[in-house]
């Protein structure tokens, strides 16, 4: 059952939530269910973890994850287990900015544990995602290409106040981004990746840098 306060936070923010595609898989439809994210903030831990994140950053966090591939999500959660695990943070995981311990990491993006325990067995023996990791092999080039990115992007975007995501200016084209990028590189006289493999280490890696839509926010 829900509470009153929990009708009025979903109809306050509603209209920002990223709509669910009609043709998305049920079980994406079932983790960004309101009753289900309900469910999950109120089933928390003794140091009530969740309570730091609101249900719109919860959403927002779901959505990221779970549109992405299922290599894409095994890709991002074994580097984030991989990153506890080198920090001695492995029962630790910052979400948002905030803290959360294992169990409320699993509830905030509706990961199963048996999911999360067989990865973190791997992300602690020091293995690799497979598949897609293979193809990209983390080379000189492709983490120049990540710094360079990121530097870009303290640069040119803008932070919404109420969510993870930053944002390219208004007609920002991907290609454009790539081609600085490519510039650079070439000025630095260092070799570079190619478009193909940026624009795939954008999608894996950075979800949350968007290109505006329309021209104001």
């Known amino acids: 059952m829900y509470t009153v306060y929990f009708h009025l936070q979903l109809h306050t923010f ?4 990223p709509t669910v595609p009609s043709s998305s898989k049920s079980i994406i439809k079932k983790v960004l269910t309101p009753s289900i994210i309900y469910k999950d903030k109120t089933c928390a831990c003794k140091r009530k973890c969740l309570t730091k994140i609101g249900f719109e950053e919860m959403y927002n966090l779901r959505y990221r994850y ?3 591939s299922k290599l894409e999500r095994r890709v991002w959660l074994l580097d984030t287990l991989t990153d506890s695990v080198t ?5 630790l995981y910052t979400v948002s900015g905030f803290s959360l311990c294992h169990w409320c990491f699993l509830k905030a993006y509706h990961i199963n544990k048996d999911v999360y325990y067989s990865t973190l067995r791997q992300a602690k023996t020091g293995m690799k995602a497979p598949g897609l990791c293979k193809k990209i ?3 000189g080039e492709y983490l120049r290409a990540m710094n360079w990115f990121e530097t870009y992007v303290e640069y040119h975007c803008d932070r919404m106040p109420h969510l993870a995501d930053m944002y390219l200016p208004y007609k920002t084209r991907k290609t454009a981004v790539y081609e600085e990028y490519l510039q650079e590189m070439k000025r630095c006289e260092d070799d570079n990746i190619s478009a193909t493999t940026f624009l795939s280490m954008w999608r894996i890696y950075y979800p949350n840098i968007k290109i505006k839509k329309v021209s104001q926010i």
């Not at 509603?14 to 939530?17: A, G, V």
């Open 137 to 139: 092999q983390r080379s």
């Open 87 to 91: 920090s001695k943070r492995s029962t």
């Open 66 to 68: 779970w549109t992405k």
């Open 14 to 17: 509603s209209d920002r939530l």
